[in-house]
């Protein structure tokens, strides 16, 4: 049996939808179906996601969203009327405007494009709807109740032979809608596949599998054919948006086999996902490279670092203080470098600042924006030598200044920091060092 998982540009028109439904209906073990909202249909395109988040914010500010709602609605008249199918989409959209003018959170606002989106799906299939804030729970923190929704998933679908069930949101102890953050579909799921035992989950999107770079940056990038829960996490955590980076939470206890396919290209095996790296079959240095823009740098400096014990608990209890989480703690003998994402700093950079020279008596602070990671990642990067040296010397052939480097422990990934005007040439430059040469 298998969960599919459709995203957004699989679900954007009536006739994306209409290849959505012949495979589905091509494999009689695709029973349980998960759908995004609507996503772009080109690149200047809005998603529906993005466009119900723009009707919230209509609403704070005029107390409707009579004219941001109108793309909305227009999405969606246009897919019912070229699919025909039987859904009362006035009383529906009718229900949601009045639903988004009235709630205080953006999540029920956001929810509601892949609300109606399975809803369309199912009339089309002739298949059961689940709405998911029955079955997929938060606690009051907003954290995912994992054992909680995998029972009520598997109470509820077990009696069904077929279901779709919309991705993305689920609701609180008070019965709230809640959303996972963006991308959030992928983990709906695995938490179904999960929950109702599936053979594998297939994870159905525009590219021919999880790609060894972003194809936005690098031209034509290869697929991977395998790659273990940690790359992916590792891969994805990194900026790799194919798959969500939480979405092996659900499935890597059992080991369920996740498939990520191309719905433009269905008879391309795509890239399977696997529990551990002795079931990936393969010989390339790295798997894949991945990154992501919008970070800065704060360096700290401080003669005799080394001998003063307590250091880093006082630097990093400002962070924790403040609610900031941190990327990477570089550290030298007299220097602490923090890398923090630009968003987390927005209104508190200067406070942090003078918090850390007075807590620490640091001789010197220094903050550096504009800095972007390059993740280099591979199970096998571990027993080659050379590999380092050979990401060192491609980075500095293409004139690229580094920045940060960061090992992780298990020896997985490499992490390079440079300036962001240098990112999309660092990721090429690797690309072709590691993949393209072998
Ligand atoms: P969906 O709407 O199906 O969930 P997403 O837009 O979330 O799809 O993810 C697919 C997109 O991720 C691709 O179109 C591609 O542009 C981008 N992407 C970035 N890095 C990678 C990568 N390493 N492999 C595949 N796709 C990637
Ligand atoms: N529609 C949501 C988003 O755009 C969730 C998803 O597509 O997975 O983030
Ligand atoms: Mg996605």
Known sequence: MKVCKFGGTSMANASTIKRVVNIIEDDPSRKYIVVSAPGKRNSADVKVTDALYACFNEVQKTGNCDSTFLTVAKRFHEIVNELGVDVDLDENLKVIKEGIEASKTPDYAASRGEYLSAKILAAKLGYDFVDADEIIKFNDKGELLLNYSLDAVKAKLSKLDHAVIPGFYG?????????????????????????MKADVYENWTDVDGFLTADPRIVDNPTTITCLSYKELRELSYMGAEVMHPESIFPVHSVGLPINIKNTFNPSHPGTMIVKTAEQVDGNSVITGVSGQKGLTIINIEKDMMNNEIGFARRVLSILEYEGISFEHVPSGIDTMSLVIRDEYLVGKMQKILQKIKESVHADNVEIHSGLSLVAIVGHNMASRLGTAATAFKALADAHINVRMIDQGSSELNIIVGVDTCDYEKAINAIYYAFVKEQ
């Open 171 to 195: 609701s609180d102890t008070n019965g709230k809608v809640h959303t996972f953050s963006r991308g959030g579909s992928d983990i709906t799921g695995a938490i179904v596949a999960r929950a």
